[in-house]
């Protein structure tokens, strides 16, 4: 089998959309499932992601399908349920996918700590697996990272800076 680094890179689209708390990155595939959601200043880190994820990517300049626009917009202005219609497809592994998924059966306005988690997985004893697979999340938002906390309240790490993950709690009602 040949290495990710000698397959043909993937290729992906990339737009961006203005948010109240910086520029989005939207990373989609052809058929305009999102594969990735990160924020401007963090585009690195995305893109590290995405290579650990797919191995070599390209991407090139291409708008997200209006639905999806719409729905994230309508998300930063107040309608919480929006993230739901947003159509994603993430490659990781079996572990991970499982957290992901989990992710995002979190509502909105409510929070989880790491352990909570790994028990909901059925794998109560794998809380540092479960805070590393919320780091290596792509989508950022729509797999809401952000709404897992320390076990004691605390707001602990979030890819795009804890002042994104404390706006994102308040937007959805959380006290921070």
């Known amino acids: 089998m040949p290495e990710r680094s000698s397959r043909i890179p993937e290729r992906f689209g990339l737009d961006r959309l203005a948010t109240p708390i910086g520029t989005a990155l939207l990373v989609t595939d052809a058929e305009g499932h999102l594969r990735a959601l990160d924020w401007d200043d963090y585009e690195h880190r995305m893109r590290e992601l995405l290579r650990l994820h797919y191995g070599a990517v390209e991407l090139c300049d291409q708008l997200a399908p209006t639905a999806m626009k719409t729905a994230l917009s309508a998300y930063f202005e107040g309608d919480l349920d929006q993230l739901s219609r947003v159509a994603w497809r993430i490659a990781g592994t079996p572990f991970q996918q499982k957290v992901w998924t989990a992710l995002a059966q979190i509502p909105a ?38 709404r897992l906390i320390g076990a004691d309240g605390s707001l602990v ?19 921070v």
């Open 109 to 146: 306005g409510t929070t989880m700590s790491y352990g909570a988690m790994a028990a909901r997985i059925d794998m109560p004893r794998a809380i540092r697996a479960v805070g590393h697979a919320n780091g290596s999340n792509p989508i950022s938002v729509v797999l809401p990272c952000h």
């Open 157 to 175: 790490k979030y890819g795009g800076g804890l002042e994104r993950k404390k706006w994102l709690l308040r937007h959805e009602g959380v006290e």
